[in-house]
């Protein structure tokens, strides 16, 4: 976004900032200006609540601190409630999964997607290059995967996982059923040692 804005590449590892760029979200400027020309801190929030898990879907304007549990009620419940859940606070590329609803709306929650969980049997790769397609950062997630498999260390830091921001993209599109975002998670941890 910075490169096609500014066409200013920032590089892996540095800020933003080091190239005099700041970049914010519509709702950090709201709370911005709110604490310069208010002097109010961020108390409120606007959120989403979805996915397949939510009995009604909604927008909320909530206070900061507000129990998700209580908002999903306010949703109308799960769709299915014999189903198990999985919880994602943020947005479906870099949302984190959550252990339960039992957690609180911090002022960085955009949203809190519900899905039911449903278990897909993992197959061979294919070989179908859709997780390169799909990469934003231009990575080879298969090559990483299988270099992470073999343990080749090596091997993992020349392919720059550290460039993977994580959005789950080549995980979503694999015909497979392959965790590879959960590879390249591996992947990190060695091009770091």
Same mark, same amino acid.
């Given at each position: 976004?910075?490169? @096609? !804005? ?29 604490? %310069?020309?208010?002097? #109010?801190?961020?108390? /409120?929030?606007? %959120? ?9 879907? +909604? ?8 129990? %998700? ?9 799960? !769709? ?8 994602? $606070?943020?947005?479906? #590329? $870099?949302? !984190? @999964? ?16 519900? =899905?039911? +969980? ?14 390169? =397609?799909?990469?934003?950062? +231009? ?5 990483? #995967?299988?270099?992470? /498999? ?8 020349? =392919? ?32 770091? =040692?």
């Amino acid at each position: 976004m910075i490169k @096609s !804005a500014t066409g200013i590449e920032v590089k892996q590892g540095e800020l933003p900032s080091k190239y005099g760029i700041m970049n914010f979200n519509v709702s950090t400027i709201v709370g911005l200006y709110k604490a %310069i020309r208010y002097n #109010m801190p961020v108390i /409120k929030r606007n %959120i989403t609540i979805n996915g397949d898990g939510v009995k009604y879907p +909604h927008n909320f304007r909530v206070i900061v601190g507000s129990s %998700i549990k209580e908002l999903l009620e306010k949703c109308g419940g799960y !769709a299915d409630q014999d189903q198990d859940k999985v919880f994602i $606070m943020g947005g479906p #590329m $870099m949302g !984190a @999964s959550l252990p339960s609803d039992d957690c609180i709306i911090t002022k960085t929650v955009t949203s809190v997607i519900v =899905l039911n +969980h449903k278990d897909y049997k993992e197959e061979p790769c294919v070989r179908c290059g859709s997780c390169v =397609l799909s990469c934003p950062t +231009h990575l080879e997630p298969v090559l990483i #995967m299988n270099a992470v /498999k073999t343990l080749d260390k090596d091997r993992i830091k020349t =392919l720059s996982p550290l460039k993977c921001i994580e959005c789950g993209l080549c995980t979503y599109v694999c015909p497979s059923k392959i965790k590879v975002t959960d590879y390249i998670r591996k992947a990190k941890i060695f091009a770091k =040692l």
